[in-house]
Each structure stands twice: as structure tokens, then as C-alpha cells.
DNA sequence: AGGCGCTTGTGAAGACGTGCACAAATCGCG
DNA sequence: CGCGATTTGTGCACGTCTTCACAAGCGCCT
């Protein structure tokens, strides 16, 4: 083995926490290999190799051994990759050695159930407070935590410092909550509102918004039916198709 | 510009349905445009610039524009584009001109939350019916609706046709409803489960995890962490911002 | 009518992401 | 000890996406 100065170092974060800068989209997929990692280790594997890591995580082969190797990982040839190793690895850029505190504003319908999603702390997070405007839903326990009214904000990251802002609100008040979220320091958000949050510089937003993918889906839709309707490029206006819809098939497999 | 055949006609959907075969970023993006536009429409606004709208839908106008461009818009130079055209052409472009049956499987904890969700109604879904495998959720009225075995899917495909299935399941039984789905002629996918799920060819398949998007945020706060650490470049490794946080807007916007 | 300012639509260049295909490395076995 | 089977890591070519910059078109005002 070369020198492989082997980026985060796990093992110790020493002092140099030399993070590689990261294809975002290589960021983007490394959960998953998380996920799918987990589980292999549940299931009792040792190793594994690219090929399995890959199918298991719903990816190419290159794409998984391209992506790992940017995090200078190690994984031995004619064998594969150890599978403690690389989550170890893995979580350590993806900064889950510490338990990140959240803070989730809106217990409205969504919110709610996001507060009783165990997802949260198996994978790395810790529920802080849960927060909401409405002052009749202020008082209210769910899943153990008191619901605590959204000015209260302050007071929590006083408490505790945090890290990531999870918004669950309607989207007239998400811009507002935002804010709130910035000026106590957050500086990354989940919003759930159906809205673009203008943020300063440094503060990351990620998105997630239920009506949309449905829609991306619905164009699909929309696409397959106008093709079963004119099958080729050529004449041959109609195939019909009657009854069943058989093997349709052509590729798939959306990108992200 | 030429012939401008333009491709959907929207107006009326004579026998050609020239749906253009759009890049997929682009098909991300449109269901933002349309939210931003249906809010420009509420807003009174007829006509809106590209400066305008990417501003609202929180991209590059250069980009709204390709965009746009891809389907064949119709703006006037000069002017800019008309909202309530706009708005027909990609409804029409993203097949949202009827209203398309959603079944949503799994009423537990994120399942029960979405089934209240009222931006289905308000997004050109309608949720058909709601699936569980527990026995003892069947019967439960949610919203309006009655929970159903999903051993009963055949017969709910027969009275209507399902476009769309929501799997909001444990990951466990995730695959097992994915296959139940494609069976009964599902071709679109949403999957709120954190697990791969395997299916024919021809079948869209999105993905939604909570934990994912949490991680990639950690990433980031993990790396701004580090940065701050070394200063680099800059310099002035604190900043503090007291109160306020000015209005430093530059949203942060992270690749899909 | 003509000119001027504004805005769209797009060509071209560059950045980014993907996938192939293969050399380099490692293990196990004879 | 050497050889073959296996699997990683990566150079390269290709396709997709983004962004700039500007010509073409449109409306308005004089």
C-alpha cells in the first residue's frame, strides 16, 4: 500500500480533520451505502464486495467503487470491503459520530408524524424539541417531548446547540420560521413546506416536497401512455395494446 | 423562430400528443415553476418575467428559460410569459390535466400523516385508497376514507384505475407491496421505505428518505465544522452575527 | 415609421457525473 | 514460490446539465 493519507481517520480524529471535498452526488448516494452496509453487517458479513454493496445500495458497480474511492477508502483487492471499516468510515464524513441534535418546528399533521418517526434517532439524530406557533398545540407530549412554542427558540439553543432545523409548517410561516432557525445558529434546514426558503450564504436548505415527486411521477405517467399510444418513431400510428399492458419495458430507474 | 409546432397543445389534445422527451432535470424542476406560477396567478400577476419567475421558484433565469424553452414555451420577447399559459402548458406537459389515483399503502405512523396531507387534493391527486396489511387497522376511517387490506388491491385496481401507489410501509414489507402494486398494474412508484426496491422495466420508482436528507445535511454541517476549524482562505474564522443576520439572501440550493 | 429598451430563446463552452474497460493488487492453492 | 482467480481503483470517453453571452424579436414612445 502507497501512502494512502488516508483522509478523516476514524480511528482518531486526531487534529486534522482533512475532509475530502466530495462530489455532491457522491454525498447524495453515501446514506445509502450506509443503509445498505448496515444491514449487511446485521445479516453477519464481514466483507463485501463492490458488486454486492452496489446491488444491495441500487447503484452501478463503478459508480459505488468511484464514489468510495474519493474517500480514500480502503477496500482490498481480490477480496472487497470491509464492512465494520467502511461504516465506520462513512459515518465519520458524513459527520454521524456525533448524535446531531434537531429541531423540528411544525406539529401540525406532518409534523406529528415526524415526531414519531424512530427513523430519526436509529440513524444518527436526536429529537431536541419540537416546536410550534399554535399556542393551543404548545403543552401537547409527543413520543416523550413537550411541544414548546416556536419563540421559544432561543431558550432551546441555549440549551443545547443545534444543528439541523426540520420545517413542518404550512408555507406561509416557513420563511419566518427560517429566519427564527438562522438566528439561533442553525445552519442547515429540512423544509417540508411547499416553498423556496431564502437563506444567507452558508446556511444549507434541503427540500422535500411530497407534491412534487408525485408530479415528476405523474409526467412519467403521462409519458408512458403517450408512447404505448404512438409506439415508434416511424409510422405505424397505433398499437393498441388492448387489454394488457404486458412487457412495455424500456429502461427506467429515475435519476435523483 | 420557426414552425413552433408547438407540442402538447394544451388547449385541445387533439391526436397528438408530440409529448417532448425532456431532460429529467428539467422535469424536476417544472412542478417548482408551477407552484411558483400558481402563486404569481393568486398574486394577480398575467404576465411574468424569467428574472421573475426563477426568482420565485428559486433558480437561474438562464436556466427557466431552457427550461421553458425544452417545451416549447410561449413567451414574448420583450414582455415575458404569460402565467395562465404557462401554467396550462405544464400541466398539460406533466399530465396533471386529469386527476390521477393515488393508493397509498401503509396507514401507520408517516402513512396516516400523508393520508391527511392536503396537498394531494390541491396538487391534481386524489388519494383512492388507503392499504394496510394489519387487520386491525383495516376499517379505521382516516379523512374520509376507509382503510382496506391490501390483499384487497385487485379489486380496488378494478374499480379504478390506479396510476400511482405511495408505499409508507416498514421497510420490511416494502418489497412485498411494491410487487402487490406492479401486479395490479402499477407503473409508478413512490417509496417512503428506506430500502431498494427491485421492479419490472417500465416501472418509475422515487425514492423519499427522511434520514437520507438528514445525513447529507450532517455532511454538510460536518464540513462547515471542519472549515471554520481552518480558516484558509479567508481569514476571519468567526463571524459571530450576533442578533441579527442581515439579509445576506443568497439561498443555498443543493443539487438534487 | 423608426428607434430604443427590454426580454426571450439558444449556441457554445465548460463543469459535472457516469460507465467502460483494464492495470494493479491481493489471496489462496498447488 | 509462482500462478491464476478475483476484485479494487482509475484513466478515458461520453453524455448530461449549467451558465454565459448575445442575436432575434417585441412593444412602446416619439
Do not use: W
Not at 463485501?48 to 452496489?54: F, I, K, N, Q, R
Not at 404512438?230 to 388492448?242: E, I, Q, S
Request: charged residues 20%; proline residues 5%.
Amino acid at each position: 500500500m502507497s501512502q494512502h493519507r488516508h483522509p478523516g481517520a476514524p480511528g482518531r480524529a486526531g487534529a486534522v480533520p482533512t475532509l475530502p471535498d466530495l462530489p455532491e452526488a457522491t454525498v447524495a448516494r453515501l446514506p445509502e451505502y450506509l443503509r445498505a452496509l448496515h444491514n449487511l453487517a446485521d445479516a453477519g458479513h464481514e466483507t463485501v464486495s463492490s458488486e454486492g454493496l452496489s446491488a444491495a445500495a441500487g447503484v452501478n458497480s463503478a459508480k459505488l467503487r468511484k464514489d468510495l474511492s474519493h474517500l480514500g477508502s480502503y477496500g482490498t483487492r481480490g477480496v472487497g470491503y470491509d464492512v465494520a471499516l467502511l461504516i465506520e468510515q462513512i459515518e465519520y464524513v458524513l459527520g454521524l459520530t456525533q448524535r446531531r441534535a434537531v429541531a423540528l418546528v411544525g406539529v401540525g399533521n406532518l409534523g406529528h408524524a415526524l415526531a414519531g418517526y424512530d427513523g430519526f434517532a436509529s440513524r444518527g439524530f436526536r429529537i431536541a424539541a419540537l416546536l410550534d406557533a399554535d399556542p393551543s398545540r404548545v403543552g401537547e407530549e409527543i413520543n416523550g417531548l413537550v411541544v414548546r412554542h416556536v419563540d421559544d427558540l432561543p431558550t432551546v439553543a441555549a440549551e443545547e446547540s443545534l444543528a439541523i432545523g426540520v420545517i413542518a409548517t404550512p408555507a406561509a410561516a416557513a420563511q419566518q420560521v427560517a429566519d427564527q432557525l438562522v438566528a439561533v445558529g442553525v445552519t442547515s434546514i429540512l423544509n417540508f413546506a411547499p416553498c423556496v426558503l431564502s437563506v444567507p450564504e452558508g446556511v444549507d436548505v434541503r427540500k422535500v416536497d411530497l407534491a412534487i415527486e408525485l408530479q415528476i411521477l405523474s409526467f412519467h405517467e403521462h409519458r408512458k401512455a403517450s408512447l404505448t399510444a404512438l409506439p415508434a418513431t416511424g409510422g405505424t400510428a397505433f398499437t393498441a395494446l388492448p387489454g394488457g399492458f404486458a412487457a412495455t419495458d424500456t429502461q427506467e430507474a429515475i435519476g435523483t
